[in-house]
DNA sequence: CGCAATAATGGTCAGCGTGTCCACTAATTG
DNA sequence: CAATTAGTGGACACGCTGACCATTATTGCG
């Protein structure tokens, strides 16, 4: 059943998602603001509030839309660190930091970061991990010290995810294994 | 050699400190400004536009001034980490994410930040670790690791560091000896 | 077609923290 | 005393916010 009225307009979101990721390339998202997504996105401001209730919440969905049409979570653990690290050193960064920082003040935000992207995110990198690690309690535990070595890259010391990283993390699920 | 002219008052010093950590236990430090530091603290807000260039390197200033009074580091990695683990769920959890989360903006404060406050938490934790651990290399990759699921717990899932945290540390330590 | 319903636009408005300037007072050295 | 540095309190324009409102656009349904 589709429900009477105007629909939700894709383009809206398209430009959107585009003007958020690029606002968040320059400068590292310094200048993101509501203001500064609807000037660049050809976009009313009214529109952000009626379909968002939180700029984190648009950034979310731009790393989300764009996450799901180029990483890839089918194969081995190191072609998935592989694809994911390319993806954060590539374009994802600036966002991840973003939202990290606005899940910091934002306490509900940081409730729908978790159950909604760091969930998905969470899962397929368990799943990576539990197809070369047969002890299930292993796996999870590895599984977060992967995660949280890739936070503290992204967010903390600032590093890239280089070869040596993907090297480092493989050892961990062999070292356990 | 004393400089001239009015000597930088440690009362303001003290004032300030003591009304950010007072924000960020309300509310997690939504409402720490310049103007409600300056308010609380009975301080000109020039003043602190004068002494600290950005208002997390008051936070910095504030966690490093309580830190150095209440962290112990000379004993075991197991009472280290203990005694980290209340400081961090005790008081300084909130600061730390602030502080996180302003790193991400400014790049220049985040160089500020790895620098003087985390430059000095990290070697307290390589030392630490390097008491239990003879192996250089593998010392430096644990105290990365130790760091990065202390972060991790903090800032992006937010759970306490509880005795089980401790002992998978721990774990993580006798793992690789 | 006309009506109800929902989306999107563009404009206005007060609120509030920021950054910066200024004149003035306070404290210390020489 | 003069010079120097610290702290105060008031003022100002600027920019983003969040919340309005009227108007227009696009769809489903009777």
Known sequence: MTRAGRPLSVVVEHAVYTETLRLLADESGTALHRQSIADGAQVSRQTLYNRWPTVGDIVLDALSDRAARSI???GTLRAYL???AAAIDGWARPGLRWVLAAAQHDTNFAERF???FLGMRHTAMH???TSE???R???RRTADLIAASLWYNVAIVDR???????DEMCGLVEATS
Request: glycine content about 0%.
């Open 114 to 116: 978790r159950s909604t």
């Open 137 to 139: 309690e292993a796996a």
């Open 127 to 129: 799943t990576a991990v």
């Open 72 to 74: 890839d979570s089918s």
């Open 82 to 84: 592989v694809d994911l």
């Open 160 to 166: 890239p995810l280089d070869a040596a990283w993907i």
């Open 133 to 135: 690690l047969s002890d």
